[in-house]
T-cell receptor, first 115, second 113 residues
Framework: AQKITQTQPGMFVQEKEAVTLDCTYD???????LFWYKQPSSGEMIFLIY??????QNATEGRYSLNFQKARKSANLVISASQLGDSAMYFC????????????FGSGTRLLVRP | SAVISQKPSRDICQRGTSLTIQCQVD?????MFWYRQQPGQSLTLIAT?????????ESGFVIDKFPISRPNLTFSTLTVSNMSPEDSSIYLC??????????FGQGTRLTVV
């Protein structure tokens, strides 16, 4: 069964600096995808970035980029030029192996951006 | 990607009552799901909302407690029945029409007193 591991319960970063949030995954599928979401205190889940296992390049979306290392089964989220509004919970997720569109989530990382 | 409007955004309910949460998508989506996020926890899938038929529930969730409807490809409801304080959570609906997308409603923060 798939599993997502986020080993950092909490992280601090200084405003304007970059930060890396770790995510490792375990899957037996050859084709899979990794998602990252941001959850502010309001509770909504905001989609940030997606990486497919066969994508030729690492995904980027504005200040978000994904450091995808397939051999290590890691998909770390890099946030550049951190802003105070980046303070939130961040979840890594992947799809279940039953070919459904259901997601399995990691435990999340709480990021706090310091002014 | 599509946009899901979820309501209510929050509610405080008395134990023993029921609350129905609605999600409206601005375009047709193939799949819709309901997740629960207990305080301080990650998201757990409750069920898949199947259009025109009974929902498919995950282990630990039952239809009597969480009845779900999906009358068409853009709308779904989740009811939390006979609530207890343990049902206090954030409930989120999600939609997807392909393997590379999964978008969420704004969430419903439920407190049961």
């Amino acid at each position: 069964a798939q599993k997502i591991t986020q080993t950092q319960p909490g992280m601090f970063v200084q405003e304007k600096e970059a930060v890396t949030l770790d995510c490792t995954y375990d899957t037996s599928d050859q084709s899979y995808g990794l998602f990252w979401y941001k959850q502010p205190s309001s509770g909504e889940m905001i989609f940030l970035i997606y990486q497919g296992s066969y994508d030729e390049q690492n995904a980027t979306e504005g200040r978000y980029s994904l450091n995808f290392q397939k051999a290590r089964k890691s998909a770390n989220l890099v946030i550049s030029a951190s802003q105070l509004g980046d303070s939130a919970m961040y979840f890594c997720a992947t799809r279940r192996a039953d070919s459904s569109y259901k997601l399995i989530f990691g435990s999340g990382t709480r990021l706090l951006v310091r002014p | 990607s599509a946009v899901i409007s979820q309501k209510p955004s929050r509610d405080i309910c008395q134990r023993g009552t029921s609350l129905t949460i609605q999600c409206q998508v601005d375009s047709q989506v193939t799949m819709m799901f309901w997740y629960r996020q207990q305080p301080g926890q990650s998201l757990t899938l409750i069920a898949t909302a199947n259009q025109g038929s009974e929902a498919t529930y995950e282990s630990g969730f039952v239809i009597d407690k969480f009845p779900i409807s999906r009358p068409n490809l853009t709308f779904s409801t989740l009811t939390v029945s006979n609530m207890s304080p343990e049902d206090s959570s954030i409930y989120l609906c999600s939609g997807s029409s392909g393997p590379r997308e999964a978008f969420f409603g704004q969430g419903t923060r439920l407190t049961v007193v």
